[in-house]
């Protein structure tokens, strides 16, 4: 089984597509800092980072909060809370970072026998976890509506490829970590506002 590389990589994420909905193939500035890749994109709202290392690439995303600096009781909070993630979600892992102790979310890839797909998952993993850890941290001022458009692009994506409701939702509720109940309240949200388009067409 061959191992993929970071130029490999590279080549999957530069050539961008406006119109697509699947994450890897969206329109994305990659930086090339040796020790990791930046990637931007407008159709995100922040940042992410690639690291390789022999065998694992690990993508990762920086809240910008340093709980090194907070009073006891919220830093307290924030642990708990990334906690019950890390078992709520298998794939990602929250963690701290540095000397400041920022609050950072992460999913590690095996570069060995890696594929484009897989590559895709695990950024939707990444995004899909961020909405989570967003909600719970309480920071839906910040980040809410973007990541919420990213979550919804991702289930769009999900039914254009002609996936059923239950398979979406089981993917919500597996993967994701969504609990049945948001599944199902975002799953009738995308399904309603799919149909009332295709009705207004059909009637218009």
Known sequence: ??????GQVIQWLAGGDETS???????WKVRDLDKFLVLESDKVPFSLFLSFEEKTVKIFFRT???TAVLENQPRLAIY?????????????????????????SRVDLELEGLTKAELNEGL???????YLMIRALKL??????????????????MINQGKSRDDIENYLVAKVG???EDAEILLNKLIGQTESKNQSGMYA
């Open 80 to 104: 708990r809370t990334l906690l019950l993630l890390n078992r709520q979600i298998d794939l990602v892992k929250f963690m701290l970072d540095g000397m400041n102790e920022e609050v950072v």
């Open 21 to 27: 909905t699947n994450l890897v193939d969206i329109p």
């Open 178 to 180: 969504l609990n049945k």
């Open 140 to 157: 839906e001022e910040q980040f809410q509506a973007e990541v919420t458009q990213r979550m919804v692009m991702m289930v769009q994506d």
């Open 64 to 66: 910008g909060i340093e």
């Open 124 to 130: 939707n993993t990444l995004l899909s976890s961020i």
């Open 1 to 6: 089984m061959t191992s993929v590389d970071k």
